[in-house]
């Protein structure tokens, strides 16, 4: 059996540093938990925070990693070290999708957020639990992924 995790969460745990190491255990364990009677595959967009951390759980848990790239310009979203992890996780990716926005833009991160829930059985929310600031935000990846009746796991952070 199949089993399918996404995720979505933040790009800022807040001031506490080791949040980003939290977050990252919380991965492993609930990623490493999941492949109990299933073959687990995880889904990311990639973005810094959250989505890297858990992306890299999986492939450190030698786990198939899907993703998605909101935008044709989406790696210059990245810088420096972020940009070499990027290339390093989608190089690593058994399966990219690519979305049809040209442009970094609040349309195309929901729509990789969307397309995230929707291929997933099951999402994982690193998320402060409140409504996202901004179109595309974690909030509204988590209330789309529960009103198409995903279970959603949270991870709690304080931001």
């Known amino acids: 059996m199949q089993l ?13 540093p ?19 009677g299933a073959e687990v595959v995880a889904v990311s967009g990639l973005a810094a925070g959250a989505d890297t951390l858990f992306a890299e759980a999986a492939v450190g848990l030698g786990l198939p990693l899907w993703a998605v790239v ?12 972020g940009r070499e ?7 690593l990716a058994a399966r990219v999708e690519r979305l ?6 609040d349309a195309a991160y929901l729509a990789a ?11 994982v929310a690193v998320w402060d639990g409140k409504p996202a600031a901004g179109v595309g935000g974690t909030g509204d ?11 959603v796991h ?6």
């Open 4 to 16: 399918v995790v996404g995720v979505t969460g933040h790009r800022d745990f807040g001031p506490d």
């Open 18 to 36: 080791r949040a980003p190491l939290r977050v990252h255990a919380a991965c492993v364990r609930l990623l490493d938990h999941s492949r109990a």
């Open 70 to 81: 909101p935008c044709a310009a989406y790696a210059e979203e990245f810088a420096g070290p």
């Open 85 to 91: 992890r990027f290339e390093t996780l989608l190089g």
């Open 100 to 105: 049809p926005f040209a442009g970094r833009s």
């Open 113 to 123: 957020g969307v397309w995230v829930a929707d291929v997933s059985d099951r999402v």
């Open 141 to 151: 990846v988590v209330a789309h992924a529960r009103a198409t009746g995903k279970p």
């Open 154 to 159: 949270v991870i709690p952070v304080a931001r």
